[in-house]
């Protein structure tokens, strides 16, 4: 009951009761003096909301925005400085020359105010799988994956009032229609959730299963040769819920409190590329599907596992967005990563999703659109022409030795293709043969190439791993340093 109704309730007769002239008039007085309170009060509080409490009013939305003039031509300026083809001038490069033009960044192996001077005996950094390869696509096509950000986007921590994510629905949607057109993972009917690149989402997962039997302590096992970040992150959260045991047969020795075993799969397997054929698997298992796109393995079926994992960084190049995502069957389980994910980050950064929303749309509409022979390349046949003259040249180099051998990858049907697809890897997973080669790492390094040792993929010594995902440059060094070593007695 509210208080106008409990006092017109008070000033009512009671059923049968007589009431005197001198009653009537009190209890008339008191009802004339409650509403005069009453008409006062709602004029006092309209004054206050009109006059006080509303602060100065915003600015009417203009009719017609105008982006800043100077934005636009500072990205053009920057786009348009000639850097030799060996580095690059961004809008927020800082560091300018005498003349006030900005100073080239330049690549590895490169210097000079426009990196055309090659720096003698560089040592090649072929240890990261840094996708810059792709930087030449998206110079090449300006008007594909531009995205203009302006000032008032999303603001909040959440995309919009009420949303129950801190996904952009844009983006989950660009994400389903990139696996609809690539032809590589199920989505209908699955949860899709949004993590700081692929990494946070390993993690993620892996304390979210541990979380489903939190009495004991979860086995994190992956078979050799296995990504070696997932050892490393295991270990550094040092969690109680889970705990790293290396090979599958090991997990068992692993605790004394063993719990469900949690089994990552890297598939295409990195360093090797070749997919992961499983037996026999107990408890949880998580693939790792960063790598399953056409430009760098044949889409061979259309995976729908209960937990899979993708990455932006090897589907577009763009590494630095930070952009990766999962699809989960089990809403409990998806229940458990959105609130780590929230926990640990407060969810992803809008600006990024936004960015990778227009890049995913930018491949989709470039294959969805009717082809002509005068069309540009798509970012896939990109990929692909140059991962596989890159992995051509490489065997070329092995085959004359006797010192190297290389990873076998067979060709396969390529449903997105439709053809037979040659080979494309983003990593070459070297073997030294000779006998004193023990360290093969050390091999390379001693060469001028740093490469990823076998050791911390749970492989022997002498296994090195080394990336193909570099500019053309920094490919072109690797290979004339290969082929000199392959050369030696």
């Known amino acids: ?41 709602h004029i006092n509080m309209w004054y206050l909301h009109h006059h006080h409490n509303t602060g100065p009013k915003p600015p009417p939305n203009p009719p017609n925005p105008q982006w800043p003039a100077e934005a ?35 690549d590895d192996c490169f210097s000079g105010p426009d990196c055309s001077v090659a ?24 008007d594909l994956g531009t995205a203009v950000i302006p000032g008032w986007y999303r603001l909040g921590y959440l995309p919009k009032p009420g949303a129950e994510t801190f996904y952009n629905d844009a983006f989950i949607d660009a994400v389903r229609g990139m696996h609809t057109l690539v032809g590589n993972a199920v989505t ?29 302590v979860s086995p994190v096992v992956a078979r050799a040769p296995y990504y070696s970040a997932y050892k490393i992150q295991t270990d550094m959260f040092n969690s109680s819920l889970y705990t790293w045991a290396g090979e599958p047969e090991d997990a068992l020795t692993a605790s004394k409190r063993p719990g469900v075993q949690i089994e990552l799969i890297a598939s295409p397997n990195n360093p090797t590329f070749q997919i992961q054929e499983l037996g026999d ?22 995976y729908d596992h209960d937990i899979m994992l993708f990455t932006l960084s090897k589907a577009t190049g763009h590494a630095g967005s930070r952009i990766g995502w999962a699809i989960i069957k089990d809403p409990d389980l998806y229940a458990k990563m959105e609130y780590y994910l929230m926990i640990s980050t407060l969810g992803v950064s809008h600006d990024s999703q936004f960015r990778a929303t227009q890049l995913l749309k930018s491949v989709i509409n470039s294959y969805s659109k009717p082809q002509k022979s005068s069309d540009k390349q798509g970012i896939f046949h990109y990929g692909r022409e140059v991962l596989q003259s890159r992995w051509a040249r490489l065997q070329s180099i092995v085959k004359g030795s006797s010192r ?14 439709k053809e037979q697809s040659g080979l494309s890897p983003g990593y070459a997973w070297l073997h030294c043969e000779r006998e004193e080669d023990a360290d093969c790492a050390d091999v390379m390094l001693k060469a001028g190439i740093i490469g990823r040792p076998g050791t911390e993929f749970g492989a022997s010594s002498r296994y090195v791993r080394l990336a193909l995902l570099d500019r053309q440059s920094s490919f072109d060094n690797l290979a ?9 007695p």
């Open 281 to 302: 698997v107990h408890g949880h298992v998580v693939y790792d599907h960063a790598y399953y796109w056409p430009h760098l393995t044949p889409i061979t079926e259309k």
């Open 188 to 216: 209908e009917g699955r949860y899709i959730l949004v993590g700081t690149g692929s990494m946070q989402l390993v993690n993620a997962v892996v304390h979210s299963l541990a979380l489903q039997n939190p009495e004991t």
């Open 72 to 106: 636009v031509q500072a990205a053009q300026l920057a786009a348009a400085h000639w850097c030799s083809g060996n580095g690059n001038v961004f809008a927020d490069t800082l560091a300018v020359n005498a003349d006030g033009t900005p100073v080239c960044e330049c």
């Open 480 to 488: 004339a340093r290969l082929s000199d070593l392959a050369a030696q």
């Open 119 to 142: 720096v003698p005996a560089c040592i090649v950094n072929a240890d990261s799988g840094n996708p810059l390869l792709f930087e030449a696509f998206w110079r090449a096509n300006p």
């Open 1 to 41: 009951m509210t208080v106008t109704e409990d006092m017109g309730e008070s000033l009512l007769p009671l059923p049968g009761a007589s009431q005197t002239p001198e009653k009537r008039k009190w209890r008339v007085g008191w009802l004339l003096l409650a509403a005069a309170f009453l008409i006062q009060f």
């Open 404 to 417: 190297f051998t290389l990873q076998e990858l067979k060709p396969e049907y390529c449903h997105f293709f």
